[in-house]
């Protein structure tokens, strides 16, 4: 059959919100023209992140039931132990309450100020907890990551040369080690594929300098390498997982993303001495190595969790879904980043509104066109969110306004994604009526999710 259904049904249901545009008018009036300040309840379809807005299946819920919530040594510790460690094939592993934690405490227990880390790019709580070390965080993405538009398969990818090139001007001694984020979220859920990992690991073992993975989306990561990459075609998701772990000397992970689960994260790692440094910060800050600040029954959701995200089935679903996306709205002539990414699109809003001033933030204006005709709720990644002030204090526009809509996994059906593109359709059609908005209330940090807006 050519038709791709979701691969499960449904036992348990959420109720929707249906609201008239007036309300979503109000809504929105009220919530300051920022989206980030609207009541969830009040949004139909929230596409903000798919970090922790999964569904879990029935084997989750049931295996929930299950979690024993004995301080020390648990029988959910020891499933949670063994599923991670089944994937990952490392030695030591430490539950963290969610990824930024796991993060928190690498960079803390290895790091010193000066030291560079390299990544094909770093997402922005990994490049804080780095930072708040006093080290640096460098991003190295391959060439193709800069253009929006280029189809490449593997566009995640590091430079290498830009890594030979950092080791040759830095030194091994200031890399205490290197990362790669399978897949590249701030590059858009692009791929690496395995070639590549394969070549950062190698340089790296030149200068003996060891790789960390940042495990998010690993599940998604496989998927891409079996259907993109030669030789991958006939293996297993785990198989292609394991090979991409193995090539690691440890990772950082968040459930929230391919555990299927709503909270939680690891810490991974094979070094026997790494691992006495994290387990005693890990005590410090998240509680006894076999909870790491999780319930039983959290490590139980995330112990099946990563198994599922590993499901063939699952993974085709997933990405059907994405490509649909893309293919119905490349149609209808939506400019968005190319190719699709693992877990969201992005609406390319600067070729969308060519001649609004950067300045009047016209991804704020998309974003809110989204909600006031649907109930879409998107994020904005443009000059709010990267915008910055210079020396003088003239505010910098973002070189990219996008509009980002992740999709939380297992959670809105076909005809939700159907109502989606129609939402979509009817922003395009009148986007000309789009209005700029200005700032009138903002914190001096992460002004994002907090600041006030008014349409001009
Ligand atoms: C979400 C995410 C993190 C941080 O995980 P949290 O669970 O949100 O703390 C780190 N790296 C990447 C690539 C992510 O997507």
Redesign the pocket.
Known sequence: MRTIIEPFRIKMTEPLKITSAKDRAAALEAAHHNVFLLDAEDCCIDLLTD??TGAMSTEQWAAMMLGDESYAGSRSWKRFEASVAEITGMKHIFPTH????A?GILAACVLKPGDIIPNNSH?D??RANIEYCGAIALNLPCAEAFDTQAEAPFKGNMDIAGLRACIAEHGAGKIPFAMM?VT???GGGQPVSMANLRDVRAVLSEHKIPLII?A??FAENAYFVREREPGYRDRELLDIAQEMFSLADGA?M????DGLANIG?FLVCRDDEWAERFRSLLILREGFPTYGGLAGRDLEAIAVGLKEALGYDYQVYRHATVEYMMTRLTAMGVPMVRPAGGHAIFLDVRQMLPDMDPLTYPGIGVVNALYLAGGVRAVELGSVMFGHFDSDGVEQPSPLELVRLAFPRRVYTQSHFDYLIEVIEQVWRERNRIPGHRITQQPKMLRHFTCHFEPI
């Not at 969610?98 to 934690?101: D, I, L, S, V």
């Not at 968040?254 to 993303?257: D, M």
């Open positions: 970090s922790g969610q990824g930024r934690a993060e997402f709580t990994t984020t590249n979220n701030t940042d998010c989306r950082t968040s459930c929230k993303k994260g």
